[in-house]
């Protein structure tokens, strides 16, 4: 009917048929969970068999390895549990430990599932590979009695970090390796293959390492955090579960956004880490479902019946009672489950998108488009008045709104927003209260820590929430930032439609122009120019830019993170400040603050152009830090640590990679950063580098200059903001060129910097001796 259906209709048609599918199946399950189960309990669609109560590894998260075998439901035990009319529609079959597979008869207890489950779709097993001939072959026959029962199969294995980072959460040296040796054994046998890693306190900051590795190789996994489970006897590994300081938070709230948006294809998944960073990062409650508040079931080795393993007691013994019963009379348990534990349960257990969800986010999407077209509001821009102008220092506005690129801020959009704040702060009249729209809150959050600024407030872009700010203030800012050509300038060009049709301030403070192509982009940046009462850019280049292609008066100051260096100046050039991941002891000659190239700085370059222009780039980094690295211990710093806007750590990680890989990571002293750094660390990196800073993202070329350290700038921006504002200060000796990095024509300047000239702070080279 289907094949039919395809041939008769056109394409579109069938998509929406297809979608109008979907969608009614997606509601009918909204109607059985949460209107038909309520009032007629459903009975366990899946059941999570754990096999055995005993393990060889020694986790850092779980401790049934201390535990001595016990009763384990022999096959005709568990097939006799399986069989009673409870279990008559359970489609997925999962079996878990303890270990597994240290019980000879696996492939027997997959076959007994086969047989007594007459729904029985899938099965699956998870397994620590330490054994690694008895596992394989104990997951391989397993895998055979399913396939020749058309029974689905999958298999996970335990991989916790690369190399000893595994090892040292399992307690086991070696296990790495008999771990890939088992995913690969697995794979190629074309079993469905996964990795699952388990995130403590001691994994968390090598977390992207293992994401890179995954990514690389196309493995495919899932990341958990450690969470106290009951049947797992972990209540005393307090050290190990969910002890996270603030930023190692953070950093796994980065982490699981790259996971949601840069590693995990599927949208059920992709939700669970989206509810796994609002915890972590940002304190909320569980925001995701799980299938064990309705549909699965959690089975023992000694026939115990559990509603879940992290919070449920024993509900009963099905080797004793009945099943129905014992499931059906105890259900006001499940429900207390729910209602005391779940919101504050981080374990991975996933519920597809409902319904529901799929429709408020429809709506919400639509909302947005309509209410944010940018040509849209530039039209209705043009129709109010220019900004007149006025003197920002002597306003005196009460409420402020900072709008911008926030929420995806790199260390510079840090400093500028702490500077842009303390202008406000110094007038004469300073205001009673500061918001700063951010995309992402829970990065701007962590902003407000690390710049020391607890009482400004943030509200998420594009909300109801911003709607309203935009609603009340009576000043609006546009802080920092390029004004560039991407969308997001729709919710600057509405909050100064908003502002300046009720006769409020509109400013432009401390920006960049460009880089802007498009005609689209262009008319909206010169709305929000024409509309600002006062426009202040961070270079000459802007200025001029502005005033000849917007026909705008503009005052042309100085990019407003000097100020915060001339702030904190004092304070890291004392040593006051101590650099995450670097012992006090442990000095290094060269701070690096790399950036891998992106395609907005393309310029007129064919794509493939650009790609050579990269991989040069990058291959002539490599040399580079060799070299160095052969005789200078040498770290990399993240400037920006968010996926969006390119992490520096990801890119960092692989020049590191290549650089030890080419010689032997043990011939090398080089390390990248893991965890998110402050703007005052960073600078204290710089002030703490005995020899020189090699910079490349624009701010940390701003940071060196200002804080007075030796330096070489690599401008990526071909003649751009590095080059323009190295211009300013009079410092062009201190840049390099792409075209020299990549021609091999700058390594013997930056070699020459690090092992022989002084690079006078603050000032020229000196003249160098011979190397
Ligand atoms: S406590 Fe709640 S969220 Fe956690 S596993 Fe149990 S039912 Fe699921």
């Not at 088992?182 to 968390?204: D, H, P, Q």
């Not at 948006?261 to 479902?289: D, N, Q, V």
Request: proline share 5%; charged share 25%.
């Amino acid at each position: 009917m289907r094949t039919v259906a395809k041939r008769l209709l056109p394409g579109r048609a069938v998509s929406l048929i297809g979608t109008a599918r979907r969608l009614s199946s997606l509601a009918w399950n909204d109607v059985q969970d949460n209107v038909i189960a309520k009032r007629f309990p459903q009975k366990p669609r899946a059941i999570s068999f754990m096999a055995n109560d005993i393990c060889n590894s020694k986790c850092q998260m779980c401790l049934i390895w201390e535990r001595k075998r016990d009763k384990e439901l022999t096959p005709a035990e568990l097939g006799g549990i399986l069989a009673q009319p409870l279990f008559s529609h359970v489609a997925d079959f999962g079996i878990t430990g303890g270990e597994p597979t240290l019980r000879k008869d696996l492939p027997e207890l997959f076959r007994t599932a086969i047989r007594s489950l007459p729904r029985l779709q899938s099965a699956s097993t998870i397994t620590n590979a330490i054994r690694e001939r008895q596992v394989i072959d104990s997951v391989m026959e397993s895998a055979e009695i399913c396939r020749a029962a058309g029974v689905g199969f999958s298999v996970m294995v335990s991989l916790d970090g690369l190399g000893d980072v595994h090892d040292v959460v399992r307690g086991r040296r070696g296990n790495f390796k008999t771990a890939m040796t088992c995913i690969g054994a697995f794979t190629e046998a074309g079993i469905a293959t996964s990795f699952g890693c388990t995130i403590t306190k001691s994994n968390a900051a090598d977390v992207d390492e293992l994401m890179d590795f995954a990514s690389e190789r196309g493995l495919y996994g899932r990341f958990r955090v450690a969470e106290f489970i009951d049947r797992l006897y972990n209540a005393p590994q307090t050290e190990h579960i969910r002890s996270f300081d603030d930023r190692e938070r953070y950093h796994l709230g980065l982490f699981f956004f790259r996971a949601e948006h840069a590693f995990e294809p599927h949208p059920t998944h992709r939700k669970t880490y989206r509810s796994i960073r609002g915890m972590l990062a940002e304190g909320k409650p569980r925001s995701t479902g799980c299938p064990y508040q309705s549909k699965n079931v959690v089975l023992t080795a000694r026939g115990e019946l559990l509603f879940c393993s992290p919070k449920s007691p024993i509900v009963g013994n099905l080797l004793e009672q009945p099943a129905e019963p014992v499931y059906f009379n105890n259900l006001p348990i499940r429900d207390e489950i729910r209602e005391k534990h779940c919101d504050d349960c981080i374990h991975d257990y996933h519920v597809p998108e409902t319904f529901q969800e799929k429709v408020s986010f429809y709506k919400e999407h639509r909302r947005r488009a309509r209410k944010y077209d940018l040509a849209r509001l530039t039209t209705e821009a043009s129709r109010l008045p220019s900004g007149a102008p006025i003197v920002p220092t002597a306003n005196a506005s009460r409420d402020v709104l900072i709008v911008g690129w926030y929420g995806t801020e790199t260390a510079g959009d840090k400093a500028i927003l702490w500077s842009v704040i303390e202008r406000l702060r110094r007038r004469a009249s300073p205001p009673d209260r500061i918001t700063v729209a951010s995309f992402h809150p829970f990065v701007t959050e962590r902003t407000k820590a690390e710049m020391e600024i607890p009482d400004v407030e943030v509200v998420e872009t594009y909300t109801h929430a911003f709607e309203r700010r935009c609603r009340e203030i009576d000043e609006v800012v546009i802080g920092g930032g390029p004004l560039m050509h991407l969308d997001a300038l729709d919710h600057m060009l509405h909050a100064f439609i908003e502002i300046r049709g009720r006769g409020g301030t509109a400013r432009i403070d401390g920006c960049g122009l460009g880089p802007l192509v498009g005609e689209k982009y262009l008319a909206a940046v010169r709305e929000l120019m024409r509309l600002s009462n006062h426009v202040s850019l961070r270079d000459d280049a802007s200025a001029k830019w502005a005033g000849e292609g917007f026909s705008r008066s503009v005052e042309s100051s100085c990019d407003p993170a000097v100020d915060y260096v001339d702030a904190v100046r004092a304070e890291v050039l004392a040593g006051a400040v101590t650099i995450p991941e670097v012992a006090p002891n442990d000095g290094f000659d060269v701070a690096c603050f790399l950036r891998e190239m992106t395609g907005e700085y393309a310029g007129s370059r064919s794509p493939s152009k650009f790609e050579e222009l990269r991989r040069s780039v990058e291959q002539a980094l490599v040399e580079v830090l060799d070299d160095l690295s052969a005789e200078k211990t040498v770290r990399l710093f993240p400037m920006h640590t968010f996926t969006i806007g390119n992490d520096d750590r990801v890119f960092a990680r692989r020049l590191v990679r290549q650089v030890t890989e080419q010689a032997g990571a043990d011939l090398r002293t080089i390390a990248a950063s893991k965890l998110p750094t402050t703007p005052k660390e960073l600078l204290a990196a710089m002030a703490a580098s005995r020899r020189l800073s090699l910079c490349m993202r624009f701010h940390s070329v701003l940071f060196a200059e200002c804080l007075g350290v030796p330096y070489l700038a690599i401008d990526y921006t071909q003649g751009g903001k590095i080059h323009a504002f190295l211009k300013e200060r009079n410092r062009l000796d201190r840049l390099i060129t792409l075209d020299e990095l990549a021609s091999g024509e700058a390594k013997s300047r930056i070699l020459d910097a690090a092992f022989v000239s002084e690079l006078r702070p603050g000032g020229l080279a000196l003249g160098a001796e011979t190397r």
